[in-house]
């Protein structure tokens, strides 16, 4: 298949596009300006050989051209794991609209998911991209009006854990859930929220026992939910 390796040259593309959004949306900058990305060290502008996606990152070993600071692994990482994600959704699917929405799906998730972790919030544009992505996907399988009622559920039953909770879930959260269950109906987005719980415990476990966390510790669940979702919508569950 050709569009396989295509699929994965374009998600390096927006792999680096995505470390820009997950840089300046929680520090609200402008994303087309500055146009060119910089050094938020030194704030030298990037000129497009310190620019290619994993090769720069590599050549330059991690740090910057001009001020020799160390450089987040974050960059290569999430440049790989949208290169990954996009070429695996070709083996998903063989139609371009599920194509479509399983990229907006899991790109926003890695955007949501790193700012979430470094910022325990997640941004509104992230919410909207995946809440598009669940109501093409759900209208291309033909339970749109499920899927609406299952969000308007998910929405619901996570407010009311929000307000009981307090400060236990963030309203990112809240309103994360409700986009992801568009892509979902009632039985998927419960094993969703099992599968989110239980990938949020394997993380949260090794931490708890070499003390790198305590039980005050907080733990963006917005990253778990999105893989509890992506998971669950291929186990195929179709109630
Ligand atoms: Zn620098």
């Known amino acids: 298949m050709i569009i396989a390796p295509i699929a994965m040259v374009f998600g390096l593309v927006m792999g680096s596009f995505y470390n820009v959004l997950i840089y300046r949306l929680p520090r609200k900058i402008s994303i087309i ?3 060119w990305s910089f050094c938020p060290v030194c704030n030298h502008t990037l000129a497009w050989k310190d620019n290619v996606p994993i090769l720069s ?5 991690g740090k910057c051209r001009y001020c020799g600071a160390h450089i987040s692994l974050r960059y290569p990482i999430v440049e790989a794991l949208t290169a990954s994600l996009f070429f695996v959704s070709v083996y998903l699917t063989n139609n371009v609209v599920n194509l479509m929405a399983l ?3 899991f790109s926003a998730g890695l955007v949501a998911g790193a700012i979430d972790f470094e ?3 997640i941004p509104d544009s992230m919410v909207i991209v995946t809440a598009i992505g669940g109501g093409l996907w759900s209208w291309n399988h033909g339970h749109l009006f499920l899927s609406l009622m299952t969000a308007a559920f998910a929405f619901g039953a996570f407010l009311l854990i929000y307000l009981v909770s307090k400060n236990g879930m963030g309203f990112g959260d809240v309103e994360y859930f ?3 269950a568009l ?3 009632p039985f998927s987005a419960v094993i969703a929220v099992l599968l989110a719980s239980i990938s949020a415990l394997v993380f949260v476990i090794p931490m708890l026992f070499n003390h790198t966390a305590n039980r005050k510790t907080r733990v963006p669940f917005g990253p778990f939910l999105a893989i509890g979702t992506s998971i669950s919508i291929f186990l195929n569950f179709h109630i």
């Not at 990152?57 to 070993?61: D, E, I, N, R």
């Open 33 to 35: 300006n500055p146009k």
């Open 57 to 61: 990152y590599v050549l330059l070993k």
């Open 103 to 105: 990229w907006m799906l």
């Open 119 to 121: 910022y325990m919030l």
């Open 178 to 180: 409700g986009a992801l």
């Open 183 to 185: 892509f979902l109906t």
